[in-house]
Every structure is written in C-alpha cells, then in structure tokens.
C-alpha cells in the first residue's frame, strides 16, 4: 500500500522523540491511527511495540458484500458495504464504501477472498485493496504452476485443468505486510487427461508460490504434508463445480486455513512450511452428493469456524479443536484435529415471518460470522440482510 514517508518537521526529529510523544497518546485507537500517518512512524510504533492489539476497541463497522451481475441483473458485479443506521456508525464508516471503482482497470475485479480488512480482488489484474482507506497494490502476473514445465508444451497437454487459487494472510496486530498463496485444485474433466489420475492428493511436497508485500514480488515455497493424503487425484476431479463456488480461507495464528476439492480442508503454517489435511465435519456431504448444502469457512469469535445450511434452513456451526487428545496415540502430547458442535438451528422456525413460509423461492445464503460476538449473518433470497444472535436467539 501506498504511504507518505514522512512530511514537515516531524521528519526530523529522533526517532526516540517521536517514540516519547506517539507513546503519549492515551487511546489506543489514537495510536493506530497516528501509525497510519507515514511509514517513519509505523516503524517507530512496530519496533517500540507501543500499540497493544489487545487494548483496541472491537466493533463491527459493517458488512460488504458482492452481489455478481446474473443475480441482480446489472451489467458487472457489483459490491456494497451495509451497515446500522446511526450517528456513530455513520462517523466510523464514512470512509468505507462497496465502490471499488478507485482500483485499476483494465476490467471490473471480482472479490475473490478477503482477510482482516483486506480485499483481494481478481480481474484483468490481481490487486490488494483496503476499502477503509481505499489504497491499492497491484500483485506481478501470477506464474505457473510449479509442477508445470513452462518450457514443455506438452507439459500444458497433460494438465489442462491444473490450476493455483490465490488466498490472502493478513493479520494486522502482528505485521504491517501481507502475503497471497497459491493453493492447487485439480478441475474436474470429461476426459482424465491428468498423469497417474490415482496418484495421492494432495501431493506429501506441495510446490508453489507465495506473494509478499515486503518484498515485492513471487517467491518459490515448499510444504510438507503431516499426516494422510485427502484422496487421489481422480477423486479430486469429482469436485466440478469447485471453481464456480466460493471456497474461502481463513488466516489465523500463523496459520492459513483453506477450504479445498470435495470439501476437505487444509491447513498451511507459513512460518515451517508444513501443512496437513482436515477433514470435514460429520454431516458435512461431498460436492457430488444429491444433497443441497451451503458450507462456509470463516473466523468467528470462537476461532477457525465452519457452518453447513442443509435444504437452505438448516444451520450448524462448527468449531475446529486442534488440542484434542489422540485416542490412538500413546502419547498424550499428539493431538488432532477435531470440529466440535455449537450450533444446530432449524432457521426456518427462528428467523422467517409466517408469511413467506409457502414461498417455494424463497431461500438464504450465508454470509459470515461475527468476529467478536455469538452471530452470523444471511441474505434473504437476495432481498434483505439477516443477523441472527445464538445468546438471545433473535434476528
């Protein structure tokens, strides 16, 4: 993102006086937004450690959402940021808006993922953008793939469907910079033209790129998976709708948390370039099932978190537990990953009037989780937006 390094006589002060009078400023919120002025001071507060992420107010300012241009009829997708009508919310959001007209062209962005206030926004271009202060980074041209030869044509004939999403790992408490990895699918085919289609997925070395705004630029990395593989590649290839779904991840701890092919899950540690496979909660189908479920990973105020609407009503929520004891393991020091139930609603009973209980139409889509309080939040068959509170049980 782009800063001002620094302007009038504040520029030439010691670093130590302007540590003396940031450190002075008695809310923490002050701070932050002091931090925010030149990129000399947010280096004086990082390295000082003067702002506590732990002290900062959490609200909510709003929710954005993307509407796409085959569900309201327009003629490009189009994103607006709704929030409570009041004096002090008006104040807070004013500068955040669903107009993403201010990042570069050629061609609308889609919002393909999102992390702690960041957008990543996909188009003619890859850009980074940050709707609270609406600056911008355009990301260098995605590079291939690394198990492809990019010097073998008949590299690109063998895998024709291979692809590398991009997701995005921002946490602002513990850095100023962001990173976007490139996570691998295989796409599904009338014709398995991939090698060695019963080949173990994902690979035990995944091979890929990671973006990083410190330095500007795409950088070769490795993971190592602990633990099994999900299934194989052909298996994999079932999932045929898995690019025409929204699939998110969650970046949390250190770690990205990614929502992969026949909905299995990953986690990635980018810190030891490890990584290792989740899997589903029960009740949780596969893509292939004849069986209509929404599923969404997110970050609630719980941590990791994923909630299945089952026939478009039924709602659980999941938290994942990575401290669980192994049963079959005679240590008590190896854990694994389990999803423990905390929510299971009928939202049908809960949060639709009687009147629109015989529209076969009408329908909800889950939009996300709170990220300090017990509440989710849905859209109404396109037509109103819905935040329904587990402690009181209102919408």
Not at 70 to 77: G, I, Q, V, W, Y
Request: glycine share 6%; net charge negative.
């Amino acid at each position: 993102m782009e800063q001002h390094e620094g302007y009038g006589p504040a520029r030439e002060l010691p670093e130590d006086v302007v540590a003396e009078v940031l450190g002075r400023l008695q809310a923490p919120r002050s701070l932050a937004v002091a931090r925010c002025v030149c990129k000399s001071w947010r280096a004086v507060v990082d390295s000082r450690r003067l702002l506590r992420a732990d002290l900062l107010p959490l609200s909510l300012a709003g929710v954005l959402v993307e509407f796409h241009f085959n569900m309201l009829d327009l003629p490009t997708a189009t994103d607006l940021f709704f929030t409570r009508s009041s004096p002090a919310a008006a104040t807070t959001t004013a500068a955040v808006s669903g107009d993403l007209t201010y990042a570069p062209g050629p061609g609308f962005h889609d919002v393909v993922g999102h992390c702690n206030g960041l957008l990543l926004l996909d188009g003619a271009d890859c850009v980074v953008a940050n709707p609270a202060t609406r600056q911008w980074a355009r990301l260098p041209k995605q590079p291939p793939p690394r198990c492809v030869d990019v010097h073998d044509v008949d590299s690109y004939e063998r895998w024709p469907d291979y692809y590398e999403s991009p997701y995005l790992a921002f946490d602002p408490a513990a850095s100023p910079h962001y990173e976007v990895v490139l996570v691998p699918a295989v796409i599904g085919s009338l014709e398995d033209t991939a090698p060695e289609p019963e080949a173990e997925w994902p690979p035990a070395l995944h091979e890929t790129h990671v973006f990083s705004s410190a330095t500007g630029r795409w950088e070769e990395r490795s993971f190592v998976r602990e633990g099994d593989r999900a299934g194989t590649m052909a298996y994999m290839r079932q999932d045929s709708d898995f690019f025409h779904d929204m699939h998110n991840a969650v970046y949390w701890r250190g770690a990205l948390y990614v929502h992969g092919q026949m909905n299995f899950f990953y986690k990635m540690s980018l810190a030891n370039g490890t990584y290792r496979v989740i899997q589903p909660p029960a009740g949780v189908v596969t893509p292939d099932a004849m069986i209509h479920q929404q599923l969404y990973l997110g970050k609630s105020k719980h941590g990791v978190s994923c909630a299945a609407v089952d026939g478009g009503f039924r709602l659980r929520v999941w938290t994942l537990d990575e401290s669980a004891p192994d049963p079959a393991a005679a240590s008590h020091d190896h854990h694994v990953d389990e999803w423990v139930l905390k929510h299971q609603i009928d939202l049908l009973r809960h949060m639709l009037p009687s009147p629109v209980q015989d529209d076969d139409d009408e329908f909800l889509t889950f939009l996300g989780f709170h990220p300090f309080q017990d509440i989710v939040f849905f859209n109404s068959s396109l037509r109103r937006g819905l935040a329904y509170d587990f402690n009181s049980s209102k919408v």
